[in-house]
Every structure is written in structure tokens, then in C-alpha cells.
């Protein structure tokens, strides 16, 4: 014979009178359904309710020397620890402000004594089990939101991952090195920072703004894959023919992003933001940039700012077939090109951002070694001998 037994834990009541028959009273009608915990004022009814095993409900008297029932009931709802646990009144004071007193301080329930036995347990399991009932929906509520929360950080992750597979993917074809990707992100992040306050910017550059332009930087020269190892890999001027090809690596760029977003059947915000960027960060404050010769406000504000970004990374960098210049030299192109090449407030910005930007230069400089890696690549690509 199979003997089953089921263990059911019982809820804990909390008792708190001063009164010793009171006690013995309540205590000998709850022990038979529940575990019953018994205190004779206040300061000890709270030191149970705090401690690691606290009631699941509680049965409170008002009219106590020291510290009332009011003030327990209070101090237990303005605890987070204790709050959620159901206090029912259970007093002699029988007036109505009185009720409406200890409901408002958070009661679940208010009887009045002498107490009737079945109206007491009754009312007892009803609040165990509305408390039991709003526990779950909690811990279902908690559950959901951790989960929501670590569903949100693996798409983050996700995006930052595909973002950076398909930058180095382009880098791997280009005289730059990876650190150039990490270089330009933040130029255009303090960028962004500084002129956050500008009357001109405050608009666009919010904090999503600027996270998510962060977040599609590294795509700005995307389009580089889709440009020829002859034109890409030469060292020298382009002669101009071939430079009509290099210039449609910023169409090709926003073409692949777009083939991306459309594969998604919906618009993904740093998607966008990096079409933009990849497609108009050539262009020029004057009109003179390409592809389309936008000029002034008509150009995006993530691809104005990455154009500075891009230039003077461009500049002060190494390459496998250059040095790099200096940073007073790479400042003064950039000041030279104030409202012609770059939006004259962006400029003025960079000036008073020096400092920041060559700490980030220093930061992701190219060593010895990343450049050896390069030259190898770039030589294989090119059928060079090694």
C-alpha cells in the first residue's frame, strides 16, 4: 500500500494585544489552521514583523499603554519590508471615525469585540487569500519585468554586435584600422554632449539622440565595401575617374542599410540614424559635398557631426602608406573649414573640445602591431608579395 502524504505549510497569524485573555483567546481559535505568533505590544509586534520569518497577516488591537495600534499599523505600512503585510483591526473601539481611521492608515480590515468566532476566521482566510492571490501577481509582475528587461539587453547586445561585425567587415577592405571605428564613436559622442545646450541642437541632440548616434557611427563607412581593391587600396591620389567611383561608397552604404531595415519589414531607429550618417557625411556646409551637394541645415546633424569626427581621425591617423600629422595642424584644417567644409557652431565646439578629443586619440591609438596587421592585409588583398 502507497501512502501519500502532502505537507501543506501553514500561514502565520500575528496577534497583538495587551491583554493576556485577549491572547489566549484568539490563540486558542487560530491554532488549529495556522501557526500563531503572539505579541503583547507594540514594539515587539514590529520586531516579529521585521524579522526573517514575518507574519502572513495580522490580527491588531488599538487601545494598547505605549505605543497604540495606530502607530504600529503606521510604522508597519511605511516600512517597504513590512508593508505588504494585511493588518486587521480587532478592537473595542467602536465609533465610525475610529474605522475610518484605521483604514486610512492602510488596514485591510476593522472588527470590533466581542468578537464572533466565524466572522473572524472568516474574514482571516479571505485576506490570506486575497494577499496570496496579489504575492503572485507581484512575483509574476517582478518575474516579467526582469524578464522584459533581460530580453531588451540581449537585442542591445544583439545590435551592437551585428553593428560592429559589419563595421570591421568594411575595415578589413580599408586602410584604417579597427581603432578608427572606436576613434570616431566617441569624437561624435562629446560632439553631441557639447553642443546638447546649443539653442540650434537642443531639439535633436537628446539623450536617445546622441545613444543612438553612438550606437551607429561605426557604420559611417559601410559603403567602402562595395568600392574596387584598385581604387580602395591605392595610395596615392585618385585620379578622377576614380574618385567618381569612391563617392558612391556613401550610396552603397545607405543602400545596405536599407536592404537591412527592409529585410526587417519595419524602421529600427539607429538603423535610420545610420543611413544618414553613411549616406551624408561627405557632404559639406557649403554644398560642395557629395552625393547630393546638400548644404547648411539641409544635412543631417548626425552626418554634420561625423563629418568633423571623420576628418580629423583622418588626419591625425597613421595609415599603412602615411603618418599621420599633428593635432595643431589637423585643428587648424578643421578651423580653416569653418562654414565652408563644416557647420561653423560644430566647429567652434570641436576648438573648445580639444583636449577630450585627443584624450580619445591617445586612448584608441594605433600601435605598432595593428598597423603591421594591416599592411599584411591589405597586402594580401592586393596581391602584393609579402
Known amino acids: 500500500m502507497e501512502l501519500e502524504l502532502n505537507f501543506v505549510e501553514k500561514h502565520t497569524v500575528l496577534v497583538v494585544d495587551d491583554t493576556p485573555d485577549n491572547l489566549s483567546l484568539m490563540s486558542g481559535l487560530l491554532k488549529d489552521d495556522y501557526k500563531v505568533k503572539v505579541a503583547n505590544g507594540g514594539e515587539k509586534a514590529l520586531k516579529i514583523a521585521q524579522s526573517d520569518n514575518p507574519p502572513d497577516l495580522i490580527l491588531l488591537d488599538i487601545m494598547m499603554p505605549g505605543m497604540d495600534g495606530y502607530e504600529v499599523c503606521q510604522r508597519l505600512k511605511g516600512d517597504p519590508a513590512t508593508r505588504d503585510i494585511p493588518v486587521i483591526f480587532l478592537t473595542a473601539k467602536v465609533e465610525v471615525e475610529d474605522e475610518k481611521k484605521g483604514l486610512e492608515l492602510g488596514a485591510v480590515d476593522y472588527l470590533t469585540k466581542p468578537v464572533s468566532p466565524p466572522i473572524v476566521m472568516a474574514r482571516v482566510k479571505n485576506h490570506l487569500a486575497l494577499k496570496a492571490q496579489q504575492d503572485f501577481l507581484r512575483d509574476k509582475s517582478d518575474f516579467l519585468e526582469t524578464e522584459v528587461s533581460r530580453r531588451t539587453a540581449e537585442v542591445m547586445a544583439i545590435q551592437d554586435v551585428t553593428i560592429l561585425a559589419m563595421a570591421s567587415l568594411a ?146 591617423s597613421r595609415r599603412v602608406y602615411k603618418d599621420g600629422m599633428s593635432h595643431d595642424k589637423a585643428v587648424s584644417i578643421i578651423v580653416e573649414g569653418r562654414g565652408t567644409h563644416f557647420d561653423p557652431d560644430m566647429v567652434d565646439a570641436f576648438v573648445d573640445l580639444q583636449v577630450e578629443f585627443k584624450a580619445v586619440a591617445a586612448r584608441y591609438a594605433d600601435s605598432d602591431d595593428d598597423m603591421a596587421k594591416k599592411k599584411e592585409q591589405l597586402d594580401r588583398l592586393s596581391g602584393a608579395p609579402q
Do not use: C
Open 171 to 316: 575595415e578589413t577592405r580599408d586602410s584604417d584600422t579597427g581603432n578608427h571605428i572606436r576613434r570616431t564613436q566617441f569624437y561624435v559622442k562629446v560632439l553631441a554632449e557639447k553642443l546638447k545646450g546649443h539653442p540650434r541642437f537642443s531639439a535633436t541632440l537628446t539623450s536617445s539622440y546622441i545613444s543612438m548616434l553612438f550606437k551607429s557611427a561605426p557604420l559611417h563607412d559601410i559603403g567602402k565595401v562595395g568600392i574596387p581593391d584598385r581604387i580602395l587600396l591605392k595610395p596615392g591620389r585618385f585620379e578622377p575617374h576614380e574618385f567618381e567611383i569612391m563617392k558612391t561608397h556613401t550610396t552603397l552604404g545607405r543602400d545596405a542599410i536599407k536592404h537591412a531595415e527592409d529585410s526587417l519589414g519595419m524602421e529600427v531607429e539607429f538603423l535610420s540614424m545610420a543611413k544618414e550618417i553613411a549616406y551624408g557625411h561627405q557632404e559639406k556646409w557649403d554644398g560642395s559635398g557629395y552625393p547630393e551637394g546638400l548644404a547648411g541645415d539641409d544635412i543631417p546633424v548626425s552626418a554634420r557631426l561625423m563629418a568633423v569626427a571623420d576628418v580629423y581621425d583622418a588626419l591625425i
